[in-house]
């Protein structure tokens, strides 16, 4: 019921929803990524930045780099559309206020992961359909294909893998 409701959405409307779950995604994924790395690591400042740095560049793969590479190979003209690149201030703002909530907390990882796996979930979709693939849901076993890679395989590596990137053999902050 709900997907048949999304396809029947104006491209136009999911591009504003987008440009809605982009930043939300930012904000939740610097939130863990900082999160977790000031769990192992324990820098206040380190941790803002690993959260800010994973968070932007990952959250791009996710939202934009692989739905429109998926789209491009579903048939659809799809539009390359870089937030960072076009207005910097709608990813770095949460990314940095995500992040530095992150740092604080250190240990809230679990709830922003699970709200951060559904957010790009929705900001993926809505690339899809606000930038390109419009008439989706005929499709939609292969867009299940494309947003299960576009969401898993970026938000594990920015909430897990990324942050402990960067943290020192044994030493975890307690």
């Known amino acids: 019921m709900v997907a048949v409701c999304l396809a029947k959405l104006d491209p136009e409307v999911s591009h504003h929803a987008f440009h809605i779950l982009h930043p939300a995604h930012m904000l939740l994924s610097a939130t863990v990524t900082a999160a977790m790395f000031r769990l192992h690591r324990g820098g206040f400042g380190a941790s803002i930045a690993v959260g800010l740095v994973g968070a932007a560049g990952i959250c791009a793969i996710s939202d934009i780099v692989f739905p429109y590479v998926g789209g491009t190979l579903l048939g659809a003209t799809m539009t390359l559309h870089v937030c960072i ?3 910097p201030w709608l990813v770095l703002l949460p990314g940095l206020v995500g992040a530095t909530i992150g740092a604080l907390t250190g240990r809230w990882t679990k709830c922003p992961h699970a709200a951060h796996v559904l957010i790009s979930t929705l900001a993926s979709l809505f690339y899809l359909i606000g930038f390109g693939a419009v008439d989706w849901l005929p499709m939609f076993p292969l ?3 494309v947003l299960f890679i576009a ?4 938000c594990c590596t920015s909430d897990i893998v990324f942050p402990l990137l960067f943290v020192r ?3 975890r902050r307690r």
């Open 85 to 87: 690149l076009e207005h």
């Open 143 to 145: 867009v299940f294909v």
């Open 169 to 171: 053999k044994g030493r």
């Open 151 to 154: 969401v898993w395989i970026p």
